[in-house]
């Protein structure tokens, strides 16, 4: 079995949303090291239980991206755009963004990249059907589409240039589910948490994907590849099942955002003649 690799300095991309908020408290102390970046300004450094240090890049400046990664063991990108948007918003943050950051990951001798990659690229699956880490790409929208590239892009540099890495596919993430569709595919703060230590820290991911959902019965995913990882949910979003579907009751639907687990993702500039199989 390979070693773990070292994580010394961690980045986290994004870092000022609200994903990288909740990693940066429940990462606080995990390794010597935490470095936040964001487009915005976030807030100061803190120095009790870990040492931060607060960056400030715009991604698609690969000068600048390249002083964000110098030093850095792990990454865990969060940053881009985190949902549909114009094609030019996608093409900066989430195309152009992404390769300067793997490129400069490779250039700084990175070990491991936890992508934060999103059910939307998977999002035109029917809810009626369980999936696993291995169907091929059907996404929901722009946004989808450049995470089906950023897997791929994955994929490339893991094969060529040995960076291991964790795609994982996020669901929604929170302290609880907030509507009906949320309930099949909510992550909670600690299990997306020991997905992302899982990345940076098991011996052998070389490029993997998971879906970044906690225990939930109502999932619409075959999770197997991050219960072969040692991947333990503690959260299912069950207990809350009762409460969302009650406050949901009356409301109109849209029929595609219904059918597809995308959902609303799937329903916008939707004006296709007929459904594929
Ligand atoms: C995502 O990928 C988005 O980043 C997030 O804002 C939510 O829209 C989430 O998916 C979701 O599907 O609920």
Same mark, same amino acid.
């Given at each position: 079995m390979p070693d773990a690799p070292k994580m010394h300095r961690v980045l986290i991309t994004g870092a000022g949303g609200g994903i990288g908020r909740g990693l940066r408290e429940t990462l606080? =102390? #995990? &390794?010597p090291v935490l470095r936040l970046s964001d487009r915005i300004p976030i807030a100061p450094a803190r120095r009790e239980g870990a040492i931060e240090e607060i960056d400030q890049t715009e991604l698609a400046d690969m000068a600048a991206v390249e002083k964000m990664v110098a030093g850095c063991d792990g990454i865990i990108h969060l940053g881009g755009i985190s949902g549909e948007n114009s094609w030019e918003k996608i093409l900066e943050g989430n195309i152009v963004g992404l390769y300067n950051t793997f490129e400069a990951a490779r250039k700084a001798g990175v070990k491991r990249i936890v992508m934060a990659t999103s059910n939307h690229a998977v999002g035109? &699956? *029917? +809810?009626a059907q369980t999936i696993d880490h291995r169907v091929t790409v059907r996404p929901d929208s722009r946004y989808g589409v450049s995470k089906a590239f950023s897997e791929a892009l994955a994929s490339l540099y893991s094969d060529k240039h040995g960076i291991g890495f964790l795609c994982v596919r996020i669901g929604n993430f929170g302290d609880r589910p907030i509507d009906s569709r949320r309930l099949s595919i909510w992550v909670s703060p600690r299990d997306l948490t020991q997905l992302v230590r899982i990345g940076l820290e098991? *011996?052998? #991911? +070389?490029y993997e994907i998971v879906y970044g959902?906690? =225990? @939930?019965?109502?999932?619409?995913?075959? @999770?197997t590849n991050a219960y072969r990882l040692g991947y333990k949910p503690e959260d299912d979003s069950e207990p809350q099942a009762a409460q969302v579907l009650s406050a949901e009751r009356g409301q109109a639907k849209n029929p595609i955002a219904e059918k597809y687990q995308g959902g609303t993702f799937c329903a916008q500039e939707y004006d296709a003649p007929s459904e594929r199989r």
């Open positions: 606080r =102390g #995990v &390794y035109f &699956y *029917p +809810r098991h *011996p052998d #991911v +070389r959902v906690s =225990g @939930n019965q109502r999932s619409w995913y075959d @999770n």
